[in-house]
């Protein structure tokens, strides 16, 4: 192994399945759309083989003793050290903050929805966040949280709050950035609705075709801007002008992405004044975080303090290679040393996804490949297939670097470490990936690749800004690699 300059540095350390069209495509890793179907999507229209459409209905019963077993198991994972800042609209108002669900008044049927998903008591962000946004008259708010501390739930709560059931058409929007979070959030809210059969939700995604004319009923509407803005202003789908509650999800990524941005900036502006709107994300920029203010009207905040902005639940380690061949052998190293449930890798480009996802396929392993030119029917199908443990190792490039919730991953590779278009290192972006281990308070495991001056020189930039020592690993060394681990 070639030894770069050392890392200076004296740092402490710190399902739903849905209902796809079947097709008979190969790809390498898996036949595409081959996923199960759910008994409570339905209405579903197909236009060609490659296109999902998806329109929804209703909510599944709940398995009581499933749900025990569920808020059994997660009774810990919510729990985190964190603090929050909390800056206030009217700093004169009381603060309020809950330490149980019981204390929110929600509607019976919510309740029975949070202890299904396995929550005995608020998380942090949840303590803080969850009063404000249920408050009547309601209020705005710009929210910073960690992944898997409950954002998701929180606002998915209050989007359920504050729709009438009575009322057929569209209430509530949340914009996501992607399709694969726009689904993940869909899941949450039938999971959060299971006794809430009168709300409905609707996937304003590519792919989901509708008549012209459609007169949408359900309350509910998620979706990538784009489609969310169509389904507004060309289609009028939607009446901008009846909705309650706007959420951007990811928003740093909403409001920082060319075009993502404008759209959201025009759904915005067609919303009435009283409409509430929450933003929420796991990290956002001094600029991003001035842009947010501008856009939403005397917002509360919610921030985390820098400190505590990287998961101390999981452990950060390097390894020094010279290629791309080297850093596969040190990830066989990896593999033929220690037990990995399941791993996501990260790649910078397609084609390294795709090279590393054929090498690991051909020594044995169970890979799944995700990258963004995939067809949506089958990029739904290679995280179900994930989620589900069919696979055990997700090569992926950026578009699941955030909020795709897998509970049994728990060791991330960032393959080639995330840089912007400059070449400088995008420190969000690391965030979200290695945030997918160390979920709800698990202990995770993050291996970096370094393999030239310059992704060393990124990594100290990396290690400088979070303020957490990264070890150096040794792949030779199989004691040394079982060590971590423990």
Same mark, same amino acid.
Not at 60 to 77: E, G, M, P
Not at 389 to 398: A, C, S
């Given at each position: 192994?070639?030894?770069?300059?050392?890392?200076?540095?004296?740092?402490?350390?710190?399902?739903?399945?849905?209902?796809?069209?079947?097709?008979?495509?190969?790809?390498?890793?898996?036949?595409?759309?081959?996923?199960?179907?759910?008994?409570?999507?339905?209405?579903?229209?197909?236009?060609?083989?490659?296109?999902?459409?998806?329109?929804?209905?209703?909510?599944?019963?709940?398995?009581?003793?499933?749900?025990?077993?569920?808020?059994?198991?997660?009774?810990?994972?919510?729990?985190?050290?964190?603090?929050?800042?909390?800056?206030?609209?009217?700093?004169?108002?009381?603060?309020?903050?809950?330490?149980?669900?019981?204390?929110?008044?929600?509607?019976?049927?919510?309740?029975?929805?949070?202890?299904?998903?396995?929550?005995?008591?608020?998380?942090?962000?949840?303590?803080?966040?969850?009063?404000?946004?249920?408050?009547?008259?309601?209020?705005?708010?710009?929210?910073?949280?960690?992944?898997?501390?409950?954002?998701?739930?929180?606002?998915?709560?209050?989007?359920?709050?504050?729709?009438?059931?009575?009322?057929?058409?569209?209430?509530?929007?949340?914009?996501?950035?992607?399709?694969?979070?726009?689904?993940?959030?869909?899941?949450?809210?039938?999971?959060?609705?299971?006794?809430?059969?009168?709300?409905?939700?609707?996937?304003?995604?590519?792919?989901?075709?509708?008549?012209?004319?459609?007169?949408?009923?359900?309350?509910?509407?998620?979706?990538?801007?784009?489609?969310?803005?169509?389904?507004?202003?060309?289609?009028?789908?939607? !009446? #901008?002008?009846? +909705? &309650?509650?706007?959420?951007?999800? /990811?928003?740093?990524?909403? @409001?920082?992405?060319?075009?993502?941005?404008?759209?959201?900036?025009?759904?915005?502006?067609?919303?009435?004044?009283?409409?509430?709107?929450?933003?929420?994300?796991?990290?956002?920029?001094?600029?991003?975080?001035?842009?947010?203010?501008?856009?939403?009207? !005397? #917002?509360?905040? +919610? &921030?985390?303090?820098?400190?505590? /902005?990287?998961?101390?639940? @999981?452990?950060?380690?390097?390894?020094?290679?010279?290629?791309?061949?080297?850093?596969?052998?040190?990830?066989?190293?990896?593999?033929?040393?220690?037990?990995?449930?399941?791993?996501?890798?990260?790649?910078?480009?397609?084609?390294?996804?795709?090279?590393?996802?054929?090498?690991?396929?051909?020594?044995?392993?169970?890979?799944?490949?995700?990258?963004?030119?995939?067809?949506?029917?089958?990029?739904?199908?290679?995280?179900?297939?994930?989620?589900?443990?069919?696979?055990?190792?997700?090569?992926?490039?950026?578009?699941?670097?955030?909020?795709?919730?897998?509970?049994?991953?728990?060791?991330?590779?960032?393959?080639?470490?995330?840089?912007?278009?400059?070449?400088?290192?995008?420190?969000?972006?690391?965030?979200?990936?290695?945030?997918?281990?160390?979920?709800?308070?698990?202990?995770?495991?993050?291996?970096?690749?370094?393999?030239?001056?310059?992704?060393?020189?990124?990594?100290?930039?990396?290690?400088?800004?979070?303020?957490?020592?990264?070890?150096?690993?040794?792949?030779?060394?199989?004691?040394?690699?079982?060590?971590?681990?423990?």
């Amino acid at each position: 192994m070639t030894t770069w300059n050392s890392i200076p540095h004296q740092l402490t350390d710190a399902s739903s399945k849905i209902t796809f069209k079947k097709t008979d495509k190969k790809t390498p890793y898996g036949t595409a759309g081959t996923v199960k179907q759910h008994k409570h999507w339905h209405r579903c229209t197909h236009t060609h083989d490659n296109i999902l459409t998806i329109h929804t209905h209703g909510f599944s019963t709940v398995d009581a003793a499933q749900s025990l077993l569920n808020k059994l198991i997660r009774s810990n994972l919510v729990n985190t050290t964190n603090q929050v800042e909390v800056l206030q609209r009217d700093p004169n108002s009381p603060l309020y903050s809950v330490k149980s669900f019981e204390e929110l008044r929600l509607k019976p049927q919510l309740l029975q929805g949070v202890y299904a998903m396995g929550f005995n008591r608020p998380s942090k962000i949840q303590e803080n966040a969850l009063p404000m946004m249920l408050a009547e008259p309601p209020q705005n708010l710009i929210a910073q949280s960690q992944s898997g501390t409950g954002k998701t739930a929180a606002f998915v709560l209050a989007m359920l709050s504050h729709v009438d059931p009575n009322n057929k058409f569209p209430q509530a929007l949340c914009v996501s950035p992607t399709y694969e979070l726009a689904l993940q959030t869909g899941k949450v809210i039938e999971q959060m609705g299971k006794h809430y059969s009168e709300v409905k939700l609707v996937y304003a995604i590519r792919g989901n075709k509708l008549q012209r004319g459609t007169q949408l009923q359900e309350q509910v509407v998620i979706g990538t801007p784009g489609t969310m803005l169509d389904w507004c202003l060309k289609f009028k789908f939607i !009446d #901008p002008k009846k +909705i &309650k509650v706007f959420v951007l999800d /990811e928003a740093d990524v909403m @409001i920082a992405t060319q075009g993502h941005q404008d759209q959201s900036i025009r759904i915005q502006r067609m919303l009435p004044k009283q409409c509430q709107m929450l933003l929420f994300s796991a990290t956002f920029e001094e600029t991003v975080w001035n842009f947010a203010q501008r856009i939403v009207p !005397d #917002p509360n905040i +919610i &921030k985390l303090k820098r400190e505590e /902005e990287t998961l101390d639940t @999981i452990k950060q380690y390097y390894v020094l290679c010279n290629s791309k061949e080297e850093k596969f052998m040190a990830l066989c190293n990896i593999y033929g040393a220690i037990t990995i449930a399941q791993a996501m890798i990260f790649c910078h480009t397609r084609k390294t996804a795709g090279w590393l996802a054929g090498e690991l396929s051909r020594e044995g392993h169970q890979v799944a490949l995700l990258s963004g030119e995939m067809q949506v029917e089958q990029r739904a199908a290679v995280i179900d297939r994930f989620r589900d443990g069919k696979e055990k190792v997700l090569v992926t490039t950026n578009v699941c670097a955030r909020g795709i919730d897998v509970e049994q991953v728990s060791v991330v590779i960032n393959f080639d470490l995330p840089v912007d278009r400059d070449g400088n290192p995008d420190n969000e972006t690391y965030l979200h990936r290695i945030g997918r281990t160390g979920r709800f308070g698990k202990r995770g495991l993050a291996i970096n690749m370094v393999d030239s001056r310059f992704s060393m020189n990124v990594l100290n930039k990396i290690q400088e800004h979070f303020n957490k020592k990264i070890e150096k690993l040794d792949t030779d060394d199989l004691d040394e690699i079982e060590k971590i681990a423990g």
